[in-house]
């Protein structure tokens, strides 16, 4: 999936904050109107289809880069392209020591 456009707000996760014994996220929030670029996958978990995308944020001299997370809001318009790629089983799975739902091959 590639993403293009702008945002006019976002929570994006820039990195951990804390990385043991648990992975916490480092929240930053990106107020806008700005421009983005990004890219991500459409994966399955066992609650069904999950984007994950990460992108490089930006308004005049300030970028952020990272992953949005929900509530994030289009300014004006962001197109997604999304290439399928057919042959593969893939899907993410819980992994019990991150606590994260994984890509898995």
């Given at each position: 999936m590639l993403i293009t456009g702008g945002f006019r707000e976002a929570s994006v996760v820039v990195g951990?904050?804390?990385?043991?014994p648990k992975i916490i996220g480092n929240?930053?929030?990106?107020?806008?109107?700005?421009e983005v670029?990004?890219?991500g996958t459409i994966y399955c978990d066992d609650?069904?289809?999950?984007?994950?995308?990460?992108?490089a944020i930006g308004k005049e001299g300030?970028?952020?880069?990272g992953c949005p997370r929900?509530?994030?809001?289009?300014f004006l318009i962001l197109e997604v392209t999304i290439i399928e790629i057919e042959?593969?089983?893939a899907a993410r799975k819980l992994d019990k020591q991150t606590g994260f739902?994984?890509?898995r091959f």
């Open positions: 951990p904050k804390q990385e043991k929240f930053k929030d990106f107020a806008g109107p700005g670029l990004g890219v609650e069904g289809p999950k984007m994950h995308i990460h992108s300030q970028v952020m880069v929900g509530g994030a809001k289009t042959g593969i089983n739902n994984l890509l």
